[in-house]
Nanobody
Framework: VQLQESGPGLVKPSQTLSLTCTVS??????????WSWIRQPPGKGLEWMGA???????YYSPSLKSRTSISVDTSKNQFSLQLTSVTPEDTAVYYC??????????????????WGQGTQVTVSS
């Protein structure tokens, strides 16, 4: 499975960050697959943000749940992230990644079977 993130690289404070991950080499609805969004702020470790399962169920980090929404477009084999009310603290490299259900939510890179290349998002006016 190959993953590719896309979306704007610059977002203004208080606006909504929107990213899309395109999946190739496999179906996003394949049984047992979980599709996560993970970010890495400059100088910090990986932070798991949330995931959507092959079934459409969603899971969110408690610290980001109030601002995060993950959705899927099965017709395009894509899943998307929306993060509302962004601040400069949301500046990070954003990744999409795939895992099974036992490892979803992990913050170790090797817990995931596939990763996108990552996309830099800067929050600045």
């Amino acid at each position: 499975v190959q993953l590719q993130e896309s979306g704007p690289g610059l977002v203004k404070p208080s606006q909504t960050l929107s990213l899309t991950c395109t999946v190739s080499g496999g179906s996003i609805t394949t049984n047992g697959y979980y599709w996560s969004w993970i970010r890495q702020p400059p100088g910090k470790g990986l932070e798991w943000m949330g995931a959507i399962a092959y079934s459409g169920s969603t899971y969110y980090s408690p610290s980001l749940k109030s601002r995060t929404s993950i959705s899927v477009d099965t017709s395009k084999n894509q899943f998307s992230l929306q993060l509302t009310s962004v601040t400069p603290e949301d500046t990070a490299v954003y990744y999409c990644a795939e895992s099974d259900g036992l490892r979803v939510g992990a913050t170790e890179r090797n817990a995931y079977d596939s990763w996108g290349q990552g996309t830099q998002v800067t929050v600045s006016s």
